[in-house]
Every structure is written in C-alpha cells, then in structure tokens.
C-alpha cells in the first residue's frame, strides 16, 4: 500500500519532510535548507520540495505516490500565494489529495488539536489562530512593512546595534559590546562594522547573535534585558490579538509557542509571556511546542484522511522531543 501523507514544514532557514502511513508509522524523513517560495520562487521551491520527499521515502511506487501531500510553508501570506504553490504542487502529482498551508497553522496543530493561537519567531515572528467555529485570524509577516519586530535576525541586528553604540559612545556601555565581538573573533565592533561592509563577513552571521542576547539579558545586562522585554511584548501582543478577533478571551485556549528562537530562550521568558497572555485569556495554557511543525502538518494530513486518535497519538509519541 503507498504512503497515507506526505507531510512538509518549510520555513525561512530550515524545510523538513515525514513521510506516514495512515497509522501514524514514519516511513521516512528528510531535512533541507529553506525553501519558501517567497524567497526563491514557486519553480524553485517545488523542485526543491520535490528533491527531498525522494530523499525523505526512496521505496515510492508510480505516481501518486502518497494518498494526501500536507504542505505548510513560510511565505505564503496571501491567497494567491497559496493557490500559486497548489497550482505548482497538484501538477506534480505526487498524491490524489493536496493542502497548502502557512507554517504556523501548522505549528498550531503540531501543539494542540487544531484550535487555538500558534505564535512563531524562528528566522522571522508570525501568529496564527483557529476558532472553536473554523474562524482563522493571520498576519502578513512581511516584516517592518506590514508592522513586525522580532525574528532572530532582528534580534540579532538589535545586539549588535546595541553593542557599536555602546563602543562608540553614542549609546550606554553594555556587556553586549564585548560579548558580540568575541562572537566575531574580532577586537572591536568597528572591526565587525567594517567586516560586514566589505562583505568579509556573512551578514547570515547575525543571526547566531539571538542566543547570545539572550545570555547576556540573563546574567543582569540591562540594555540586554530591554531588548528581550520588548519581544517578550511582541509575542504576547500577537497573541492578544488574536485572542480577542477570535473572541477566545474567556474560554480555555491552547497557546502554542515555537520556532527556534522560542524553543530556545528557557523558562523565565516563557513564563513572562504566559503571565502577559493570562492577562488577556486567565483560563489560557501556554505551551512551548514539543514536536517539530512538520509533526502538525502530519497530523493535518491524518485528519484530513479520517485517521484514528491511536494513529494521531502513535506519530506524537514517535516525534517527540527528548
């Protein structure tokens, strides 16, 4: 018998592949660079998508090779978007069904049973959420220009706007200043300023500066500290938001956290998070997500197929994080 789902999360830096049976069984999996069809286009992204669900299950028979394909990618933020991509995708023909879907939804289900908010913030921030009565309240995520702040990009940028400032007077002194040129192996920020310019060093870098603000917000660094307030701000305010346009602020909804840089940040931040959502939503749970997103997009895919809870709870149990 072929496969049940062909299951694919593809964020902004990361894309990863499961590949089901309807009874939860993974079959196969595979793991590649970003493939959003917003950063390299639809032809890319699908031939790209295409090269890792053979890599992910090489036993594929004839086409179609799996009963229902399960698509939940970054980048698709508007409808034509998402109609381009199941265009593009439904010509392939990999299976006899097709969803196509943004990440964070999928976030959302790999956290809970489908209903709730999913907040982001991996290489990017995005929220999402589903209503008890199917109701779907998004964002664009395009970043600055349609009104985000955040992403471990931004993070990092702001370390390291910090951090020159602190260096060059124009802003306070801050345990950021050394700590972002030791990231650099570098003597000083103007030396890092200069690398990046000349383009000796891969802008990409600033990213790796997310953890690092982190660490130093926590040993006491107050510039370090208001940096992390204000995303703790950002990601409740996602939240809040959605929480009152899908009129959940007084039942018990699930919140559903994740993206590298929320699974990262430890308990403290989590817990500022909950605290400011509890205020908005006080039956609220808040959760860090502990599977991975292609996990929910699996799952859309069992549901769509009418698979049973045992199945759903079998590909949970086998996905979850140590």
């Known amino acids: 018998m072929k496969p049940a789902v062909i299951a694919i999360d593809g964020g902004n830096s990361k894309t990863e592949v499961l590949v089901i049976s ?29 090269e890792l669900v053979l890599e992910a299950y090489p036993n ?7 009963v229902h394909t399960s698509a939940y990618l ?29 990440d964070t939804l999928a976030l959302l289900r790999a956290g809970s049973a489908g209903v709730g908010v999913a907040v982001v913030c991996g290489a990017g921030i995005n929220g999402a959420g589903v209503g008890p009565d199917g109701r779907v309240h998004r964002f664009p995520a395009l970043g600055k220009i349609s009104g985000d702040w955040g992403g471990g990009y931004r ?31 570098k003597p000083t920020l103007l ?9 000796e060093i891969d802008p990409v870098s600033i990213h790796g500066l997310c953890p690092l603000l982190f660490e130093v917000a926590a040993a006491g660094d107050e510039v370090a500290q208001d940096i992390v307030t204000r995303f703790v701000e950002e990601v409740s305010v996602f939240a809040a938001v959605i929480l009152r346009e899908l009129d959940l602020t007084e039942d018990a909804p699930e919140i559903v956290l994740g993206g590298g840089v929320l699974t990262g940040v430890g308990t403290p931040v989590i817990a500022e998070i909950e605290k400011r959502c509890l205020k908005v939503a006080p039956r609220a749970v808040v959760r860090v997500v502990d599977v991975n997103p292609v996990v929910g ?16 709870a079998a590909l949970k149990a086998a996905t979850q994080r140590v």
């Open 22 to 50: 309807e009874d939860g069984v993974v079959l196969g999996k595979s793991r590649g660079p970003g493939a959003s069809p917003q950063n390299i286009g639809v032809a890319a992204c699908v031939a790209a998508l295409e």
């Open 60 to 66: 594929f028979g004839d086409k179609p090779f799996a």
């Open 74 to 102: 970054a980048g698709l933020d508007f409808p034509r978007e998402e109609e381009a991509l199941h265009a593009a995708l439904a010509a392939r023909g990999w299976s006899d069904t097709l969803t196509v879907g943004n």
């Open 155 to 185: 993070l990092g940028e702001e370390a390291l706007w910090w951090a020159v400032r602190a260096e060059d007077g124009r802003g306070p002194r801050t345990a950021l200043m050394p700590a972002v040129a030791a990231y650099f192996g």
């Open 191 to 199: 030396d890092v300023v200069q690398g990046l310019h000349f383009e």
């Open 297 to 312: 997009a699996a799952l859309f895919g069992l549901d769509t197929l009418g698979a049973s809870e045992a199945a759903k």
